[in-house]
């Protein structure tokens, strides 16, 4: 249904093992795993996925989060919304596909002047995503997270 604009979003579609790692202000990294599931929804019109980290150290619960991708012909962009019910919050990301391994989001909705996620490297049985933080517009990056995929293989 949407053609060339499906094809590298697309390509994250089935279920992920995910290796978190996040990195404090002081650079310490912090890891944990989960699992990231992808699928095509409204009738192949948008792709949802659904984040989740499983409990590890003081952390009893597991946290889990979706976002809902789609594209918007009008202004030729991917949006997504991704929801945190946990924090009650809502992102709203704009970007899409750069070359035929990395797809991009950004956000000014996650507490800086720009969050970006970055979806590289994807190939059929892993990719990575890194989570960058900016305060000056976009002129430089600080990574605050990266995350590292592995298919599921089926059973």
């Keep these: 249904m949407l053609g060339d604009q499906g094809q590298v979003p697309g390509r994250l579609v089935g279920t992920w093992d995910v290796e978190y790692t996040t990195f404090a202000k002081d650079g310490t990294a912090s890891q944990r795993t989960g699992e990231f599931i992808v699928e095509w929804v409204m009738d192949g ?11 590890r150290g003081t952390r009893k619960e597991r946290e889990v989060y979706t976002d809902l991708h789609w594209f918007d012909a ?7 919304a991704f929801i945190d019910p946990e924090h ?6 704009t970007g899409g ?14 507490g800086s002047d720009r969050t970006r996620w970055s979806f590289y490297d994807i190939r059929r049985d892993s990719f990575a995503v890194r989570g960058e933080a900016s305060n000056d517009e976009g002129k430089t990056w600080k990574l605050e997270s990266e995350y590292k995929m592995q298919r599921r293989r089926a059973n």
């Excluded at 009650?88 to 990301?93: D, E």
Aim: no cysteine; aromatic share 10%.
């Design 45 to 55: 019109r948008a792709l949802q996925d659904l984040w989740i980290v499983h409990p």
């Design 97 to 110: 596909p750069l070359g035929n391994d990395r797809y991009v989001l950004e956000t000014p909705d996650l």
């Design 74 to 80: 009008k202004s030729r962009t991917w949006r997504a």
């Design 88 to 93: 009650g919050s809502v992102a709203k990301f």
